[in-house]
């Protein structure tokens, strides 16, 4: 039997376990869905043996499902949600923290609080001057430096002031007390304690990587009391992350370990400067690669480490909207749809009347920059039915990512001329359509489903000579189908305009 390339994808809401055979096809898939920890307004945790006993029943499920043994599997790779973390004995296992996730918001009042403290006021305003007289794009990073609650770094320095013991223990430069993002909790548990790693994709959506040198950032991590020597290994994303002997007995190597959206653009087969995908799921995440620079946005997008392969570094601009799939689910439990099938073609069955800004969780960010805002409809009449409503909460998704598009390609000057779509709700062909429309540039939706994991399994079988080239990965990527604009310029521009307008009315709601 042909060999096959297994993934663990651990998402925000599901964790899954996926065989990739040589032509980048599913060949066998397993998955769960975790429960999470809501106990107290903002809390949005996980917990970790919870995530880890699901993570392996899901391999054993495929590898058993499939009548595979480990030696029928090339190698293995990871791919996880990003900025989610806890705290362990790495001497015993026991857990000094659940899974506190990137969806976690408890930290928001500590973040603006040290945002606006003297140090960090002080280094932007240096950072600001320096960047006048240098040009400098690490200046101009440290210039716009500010804490959010999707920064692990944030939420941990807030989970370590709330908990003294925990934090007394960690101090001590010989505590096996450790710090790790999820890839690295499933790394330590598959390898059995023998790997404590990360890599630099995750790594850098922490808030705690400097991407410029490429280390951790002492200067940020001290001042957040975050001593140093509870951190994982940093190694290449085609690293030597060992091998799990749990599957079989005969040992599986681990040959990628990647962040879900970079790994998403990876599987996008998106390797060269100026590509750029739209992952559609729980959120909207816009990323563009940016080759070997380090690009940071005037209107503080930071740059992240894409990948790093044999020590040679590709880096990505990433803009976000927290509001996609989630919206979707909101109509269902408001007894508008039945089931996200159906919003397509209730979409379609109406005229445009309504416009829906989806800034349901955390305000509208990129370009707007604004926690204030709230979700709002405009337009309502008496003629209004529940499809109009529906059409104008999919266009509202796909306004939003044309904001981000926009505005990234404004600050960076990279031109753009199509983009790759992906997740679950760019399924919906009126989404990807209109995305399209507004845009003005070809949409390419992916026929694989999984790129997240499709491109972690790309990242381990380059490593491990299963594909031969970036070129032979090109060959395996199939289109389900090109969405090219149907409507004029003047009727594109008419329409944004007018969605400007309604962003206009929907900033600073919670000022007053």
């Given amino acids: 039997m042909e060999q096959k390339i297994l993934i663990l994808d651990i998402g925000t809401t599901n964790i899954k376990a996926i065989l990739f055979d040589k032509q980048g096809e599913i060949f066998g898939e397993a998955r769960r869905r975790p429960d999470y920890i809501m106990k107290e307004k903002g809390q949005v945790e996980q917990d970790p043996n ?37 705290i362990w004995d790495r001497r015993n296992g026991k857990l000094y923290s659940n899974i506190i996730t990137w969806q976690d918001k408890r930290a928001a009042e500590y973040a603006q609080k040290m945002t606006n403290s003297f140090f960090f006021k002080f280094l932007r305003g240096f950072s600001k001057v320096a960047h006048a007289l240098t040009k400098s794009t690490k200046m101009l990073t440290a210039s716009m430096l500010q804490f959010n609650t999707d920064y692990a770094s944030i939420r941990t320095s807030y989970f ?32 059995e304690g023998r790997i404590f790693a990360t890599d630099y994709s995750n790594c850098s959506s922490t808030g705690m990587l400097d991407p410029f040198t490429l280390d951790w950032n002492s200067i940020v991590i001290d001042k957040l009391g975050i001593p140093i020597h509870i951190l994982p290994e940093i190694k290449d994303t085609n690293g030597d992350f060992g091998s799990t002997k749990l599957f079989g007995g005969d040992e599986i190597p681990i040959r990628s370990v990647v962040a879900d959206q970079q790994a998403s653009l990876f599987g996008q087969c998106c390797f060269e400067y100026g590509d750029m995908k739209v992952t559609n799921g729980t959120g909207s995440f816009v990323d563009l690669n940016t080759g070997d620079t380090p690009f940071a946005s005037k209107r503080k997008l930071y740059p992240l480490v894409a990948w790093r392969l044999n020590g040679e570094v590709t880096y990505m601009l990433e803009g976000l909207s927290h509001t996609c799939a989630n919206m979707i689910d909101l109509l269902i439990d408001l007894g508008l749809i039945n089931s996200p099938e159906e919003t397509e073609d209730m979409a379609k069955s109406v005229n445009p009347s309504l416009f829906f800004v989806p800034s349901l969780t955390s305000g509208l960010s990129f370009p707007w920059w604004d926690d204030s805002a709230t979700g709002s409809i405009f337009g309502i009449s008496l003629n209004t039915k529940r499809e109009h409503i529906v059409r104008a909460v999919l266009e509202g998704i796909c306004y939003r990512i044309k904001d981000i598009v926009e505005g990234i390609v404004a600050d960076t000057g990279i031109e753009v001329n199509e983009i790759k779509a992906d997740g679950g709700v760019s399924q919906n062909k009126f989404v990807t359509q209109f995305l399209a429309d507004i845009l003005g540039m070809d949409i390419i939706h ?20 299963f594909w031969g080239s970036k070129e032979d990965l090109k060959k395996t990527y199939e289109v389900d189908q090109v969405f090219n604009p149907q409507i004029s310029e003047t009727e594109r521009k008419k329409k944004y305009q007018r969605w400007m307008d309604i962003i206009s009315r929907s900033l600073h709601y919670g000022d007053s």
């Fill in 50 to 86: 919870q995530i880890w006993q699901l993570s392996k029943e899901t391999i054993e499920e495929v590898i058993n499902n499939n009548n595979l043994k480990a030696s029928d599997i090339k190698c293995m790779g990871i791919a996880t949600q990003r900025a989610s973390f806890c």
């Fill in 160 to 191: 370590l002031k709330n908990n003294p013991k925990v934090n007394e223990l960690i101090q001590d430069p010989k505590t096996t007390i450790s710090w790790g993002i999820i890839d690295t909790w499933i790394l330590w548990n598959l390898t």
């Fill in 446 to 465: 992916s026929k694989n489903p999984e790129t997240t994991a499709l491109g972690a399994a790309f990242i381990a079988g380059l490593t491990t000579g």
